[in-house]
């Protein structure tokens, strides 16, 4: 009696999507981050002034406006890279980290350089240019990849030091 071949437990490597598809995909996930990170940074703003003008107002203790300002950025620090990694995978991507990394130290950059711009007005928005170069310096990201094991190794015979 013959025994049944073996069950692969994984399935195969599936073949790297091409540039052009990858590239589109990327810009629509880095474009629909920004604007993500941008209002809740923007509305976590506005209830930092809402907070101010309540304490000069003389109304009692309860949200500061220093930690309404704290939380902005570390929520818009933190949805960032969720919403870069979530949308490639949605999207069927494998190997986004140096997305990821590019995307949020771009975002972090634009929002500490115009920080300034948006945080004494409701409804202001950070700089245009800054927020279309995080977006295409986040799409251009996702074309590198690391190589593959099966890539990396040498042919087989081949002399290695």
Known sequence: MATPPPVPTSAPPSAPTPTAPRLLKA???SSVGVAASHLV????LYLSLAAQASAALGSGPGYSSGQA????????FLL?????????RITGERK?????LTGTVGWVVAVGN???AIDDR??????LGSLLLVVGATALASLMR?????QASPPPGSFQN
């Open 41 to 44: 940074l923007s509305d976590t």
């Open 27 to 29: 810009l629509i996930v």
């Open 69 to 76: 300002f704290t939380s902005a950025l570390v929520n818009t």
């Open 146 to 150: 690391r190589r593959s094991r099966a």
């Open 114 to 116: 115009g920080i300034d």
């Open 80 to 88: 960032m890279p969720l919403v870069l990694w979530i949308g490639m």
């Open 122 to 127: 409701p409804g202001a928005m950070l700089p």
């Open 96 to 100: 986004v980290g140096p997305m990821v």
